[in-house]
């Protein structure tokens, strides 16, 4: 493959609310269910990007995150998944799908977010990345992503094979897609069935009708549990059925046919041969239990609370003016007031053990580039994966405080893995910024921050601002411990 695959489209938080059921309702003639373990997983083009990126493929994904937990719970489990993402603003909240279920079977799904925000425009790296990409897969879950104009353009202009997961509510697929792979319910939305017609007719005809409706190159019909039925070039229609009989939960399985064909079309198969690719694909993956075993192992699969990624920082008895400004809640209601301002958002990052002049001045540089100052904050772990057993010489708790009681911080977000990408992905900072000890002399300093890369995804900028010299935490543990061996 020349590119990653790019993975596009509404990216939803899903959770299943597992539990027992032993009694009703005293008011009401409704089961109760006691919970016993919840799990979260990114949701629609999000679990299409997962799955590829299982496969061992390169993966990126363009969607859009909201400023709220939702949004940075996602970001969480999509990075452990090893998927890149390339956000987009979203304004209102993050789309979530709960289900509710005892032995196995849904019970109830509870659905919340509200209607669909507006995505915000690429980046030019977005762009970019969608030109050079091996193949691009359009999972559309008719919130908005996939109607993006800049979006359309460049899905238009690529010469990569192009695969769109349509949805009723979503705009028409851009023309000249190489493949369409809409179910039987969504064929028979947007083609009207004929009264009396049987069930492979009706999908041979919404097939040919949207094939020339989108102009595109094909479209197969998924039919479930019996394979799919392929329309290109042609007056026959390809039937592929399914290798087995397979039930269980179906969950996912149209996603995991989508990235699977988008694969095989990377790899230069034929629309035919990524066709029976995908039927055989998924399968197995409902054969095989579904969306509760098919997840890859790295991605966190607990209970939220004790998921990495960024997180808060329960209240302490240090004062609630500043524990308000520590966490996920915190730093999502500074970027929804800074954002709907129009005011720049700024964030650096660091594990600031020891706070000291060199930190503050740095600190106060940064937060007069914009309208707020984010701080990504390593946690406890991290500081130790990174620096040794023996450090922190501060918690995380007494750290984020020390750094929250700064008049030119206005928030900490604090993240366990070993750098900020996953929590700059969720808080899109305009501006990302480090202590002038990261330049390397000479030419473009912002070019050494590992972070700029990450930045150029929504179009931030990264800079280097002046440090003072002889400020360092490690040179002050070192003396400290020196002062104590005399």
């Known amino acids: 493959m020349r590119g990653p695959v790019v993975v596009l489209g509404d990216t939803l938080l899903d959770r299943d609310v597992e539990g027992v059921v ?139 094979p192009v695969v769109w ?135 966190p699969t607990v209970r939220a609370r004790s998921a990495p990624g960024p997180r808060a920082l329960q209240p302490g008895p240090r004062g609630a003016a500043v524990a308000d400004r520590v966490g996920v809640p915190a730093v999502a209601t500074l970027l929804s007031e800074v954002r709907a301002a129009g005011g720049t958002v700024v964030a650096t990052g660091g594990c600031f053990d020891l706070l000291h002049a060199g930190h503050v001045a740095t600190l106060e540089a940064a937060r007069q580039l914009g309208d707020c100052l984010i701080v990504c904050l390593n946690s406890d772990a991290s500081v130790a994966a990174l620096k040794g057993p023996d450090r922190p010489v501060q918690s995380e708790g007494d750290r984020s405080r020390l750094l929250a009681a700064l008049s030119c911080v206005d928030a900490v977000l604090i993240f366990d893995e070993p750098t900020p990408e996953t929590a700059l992905s969720w808080v899109r900072p305009d501006v990302w910024v480090k202590g002038g000890d990261y330049a390397t002399g000479g030419g473009d300093a912002s070019a050494s921050l590992p972070e700029a890369e990450v930045l150029r995804r929504w179009g931030g900028n990264t800079v280097v601002v002046p440090y003072l010299d002889g400020r360092s935490t490690t040179d002050l543990i070192v003396r400290t411990l020196a002062e104590r061996t005399r």
């Open 165 to 299: 997961d349509p949805h009723p509510r979503g705009p028409a697929a851009v023309p000249g897609v190489h493949l369409a792979t809409p179910n039987e319910s969504e064929v028979r939305e947007l083609v009207p069935a004929l009264p009396g017609a049987s069930r492979l007719a009706t999908a041979s005809r919404g097939a040919q009708g949207l094939r020339r409706r989108w102009r595109a190159g094909a479209v197969a019909v998924t039919l479930g549990g019996d394979g799919a039925l392929l329309c290109h070039a042609g007056s026959t229609p390809l039937v592929v059925p399914t290798p087995g009989s397979a039930e269980g939960d179906t969950c996912g399985a149209g996603d995991r046919f989508a990235a699977a064909a988008s694969l095989a079309l990377a790899q230069g198969a034929l629309v035919s041969e990524a066709v029976q690719v995908a039927v055989a694909e998924a399968s197995a993956y409902v054969a095989g239990g579904g969306v509760a075993t098919a997840l890859p192992s790295s991605t």
């Open 22 to 160: 032993n009694r009703l309702c005293p008011d009401s003639p409704v089961p109760v269910l006691d919970e016993t373990v919840a799990t979260d997983r990114p949701g629609g083009a999000g679990l299409a990007a997962v799955f590829a990126a299982a496969q061992g493929a390169e993966v990126v994904l363009v969607t859009a995150l909201a400023d709220d937990a939702g949004g940075a719970r996602l970001s969480a489990l999509l990075a452990a998944a090893g998927v890149q993402v390339y956000p987009l603003a979203l304004s209102g909240a993050t789309p979530e799908k709960i289900r509710l279920r005892a032995r196995g079977r849904v019970l109830l799904r509870h659905d919340r977010g509200g209607t669909s925000g507006e995505p915000g425009q690429p980046s030019d790296e977005v762009l970019r990345v969608i030109a050079g990409a091996s193949a691009v897969l359009v999972s559309d879950y008719g919130r908005g992503v996939a109607r993006q104009p800049a979006l359309r353009d460049a899905l238009a202009a690529t010469r990569a």
